[in-house]
């Protein structure tokens, strides 16, 4: 999208960082093309991040696990406004929270540990996803490893910020 038609509609847009990242992208496009017309309403990007981020009508920044590229990432998660979001795997707690101080935007967390907002439980051939008492189960074909559940996990906190519902993320996982 050049930059003047990115002006007038003002899309979302989505960064993913960090460990997993194809298949973390491919989890978040799955529950976003489900619900909003990619590339018009949202974006997933992978280049400009700080103008995009400037001037998008909604940020969300993922970080997912180890980051090769910590730099960068740090500059994204300080350039993050007060109405952007930033979406952590609180399993790296130092990671998470070292970005969490760094940054403005409104946080969600995702893992498997208790403290994580958007958390994974009871995880076998399929699992369930509970944020804020709300819990809902999450089936994935083929299930094989964790990688996959994290990165249902962070496409859950995206559609969150986004204003979708589990159940409406967890019908779009399911295909």
């Known amino acids: 999208m050049n930059k003047l038609i990115f002006f007038l509609k003002r899309p979302k847009i989505v960064i993913v ?3 997993a990242q194809g298949i973390t992208q491919d989890a978040i496009y799955q529950v976003l093309q489900a619900h909003f017309k990619m590339g018009q309403e949202v974006l997933m990007i992978d280049q400009d991040f700080e103008f995009f981020i400037k001037y998008s009508r ?18 994204l998660v300080q350039a993050l406004t007060a109405s952007s979001y ?4 609180s399993d790296d707690d130092e990671v998470a929270r ?4 760094k940054s403005q935007a409104r946080v969600l967390t995702f893992g498997f540990g208790a403290r994580a907002d958007i958390r994974a439980t009871a995880v076998g051939a399929n699992f369930k996803i509970s944020y804020q008492g709300n ?19 962070a496409a859950s906190a ?7 519902n589990l159940v409406q993320v967890s019908e779009a996982l399911r295909g």
């Open 17 to 19: 960082k960090g460990a």
């Open 58 to 75: 909604l940020p969300v920044l993922v970080v997912n696990g180890d980051i090769t590229q910590a730099p960068e990432v740090s500059l």
């Open 135 to 153: 819990v809902v189960p999450v089936w994935l074909e083929n299930l094989a490893d964790q990688e996959q559940v994290y990165a249902a996990l």
């Open 86 to 89: 930033l979406v952590l795997n």
């Open 158 to 164: 995206v559609g969150e910020a986004l204003g979708l």
């Open 98 to 101: 070292d970005l969490k101080n």
